[in-house]
Nanobody, 121 residues
Framework: QVQLVESGGGLVQAGGSLRLSCRAS????????MGWFRQPPGKVREFVAA????????NYGASVTGRFTISRDNAKNTIYLQMNSLKPEDTAVYYC??????????????WGQGTQVTVSS
């Protein structure tokens, strides 16, 4: 299974931006479509965004479309999530995982530590 380390979270004011990173430490992520998920406090984990193996296709959750952009650098074994126009409702722990399925929204493997994003109003 792919071991991943998420980073880049923090505290930001509404309207601000953050870029999250997710680096694989044990396996080449070029073999996988990759996705970001998040779990807001007291809520279930939800799909945020996903990107295909060779960057020809991306998919986004309805609540982040137009504000978030997923990208990948296979040479660095890393995926990114650029988050703009952040809202308080984006507050959550963000996780990355390999994904599968026609919409690339089904996660594979166990969850890691994630990275906390807090958006103040």
């Amino acid at each position: 299974q792919v071991q991943l380390v998420e980073s880049g979270g923090g505290l930001v004011q509404a309207g601000g931006s953050l870029r999250l990173s997710c680096r694989a430490s044990t396996q080449d992520i070029a073999d996988y479509a990759m996705g970001w998920f998040r779990q807001p406090p007291g809520k279930v984990r939800e799909f945020v965004a996903a990107i295909s193996r060779i960057e020809d296709r991306a998919n986004y959750g309805a609540s982040v479309t137009g504000r978030f952009t997923i990208s990948r650098d296979n040479a660095k074994n890393t995926i990114y999530l650029q988050m703009n126009s952040l809202k308080p409702e984006d507050t959550a722990v963000y996780y990355c995982r390999p994904v599968y399925g026609s919409t690339m929204s089904s996660p594979l493997g166990p969850w890691g530590q994630g990275t906390q994003v807090t958006v103040s109003s």
